[in-house]
């Protein structure tokens, strides 16, 4: 399976940002798709992952800021971010696997999302 992903860049506070990613590949071996970011020094963290069924988990720290969503005949998921804060300030990175409460096999490269004034 491999993932592209799309969507980042540097955007004020406040403000915001949709991320895209597209599987492409053996797609009948994965369930659910996310989203991990990492900021410098830290670990990376689950931001939010749905499942073919719909089914999301999201992080504490987007609840209610940010929307994931999937259409399932383009393969792709996205993150809607909204009331972006400099702490959301990481590199963001797609996932792929079986469930949405465990990381996947399968990541794709990081798109960068900067928040800053």
């Known amino acids: 399976v491999q993932l592209q992903a799309s969507g980042g860049g540097l955007v004020q506070p406040g403000g915001s940002l949709r991320l895209s990613c597209v599987a492409s590949?053996?797609?009948?071996?994965?369930?659910?798709m996310g989203w991990y970011r990492q900021a410098p020094g830290n670990e990376r963290e689950l931001v939010a992952a749905?499942?073919?069924?719909?089914?999301?988990n999201y992080a504490d720290f987007v609840k209610g800021r940010f929307t994931i969503s999937r259409d399932n005949a383009k393969n792709t998921v996205y993150l809607q971010m909204n009331s972006l804060k400099p702490e959301d300030t990481a590199v963001y990175y797609c996932?792929?696997?079986?469930?949405?409460?465990?990381?996947?096999?399968?990541w794709g490269r990081g798109t960068q999302v900067t928040v800053s004034s």
């Open positions: 590949g053996s797609i009948f071996s994965i369930n659910a």
């Open positions: 996932n792929a696997g079986l469930s949405t409460y465990s990381r996947g096999r399968y």
């Open positions: 749905i499942t073919s069924g719909g089914s999301t």
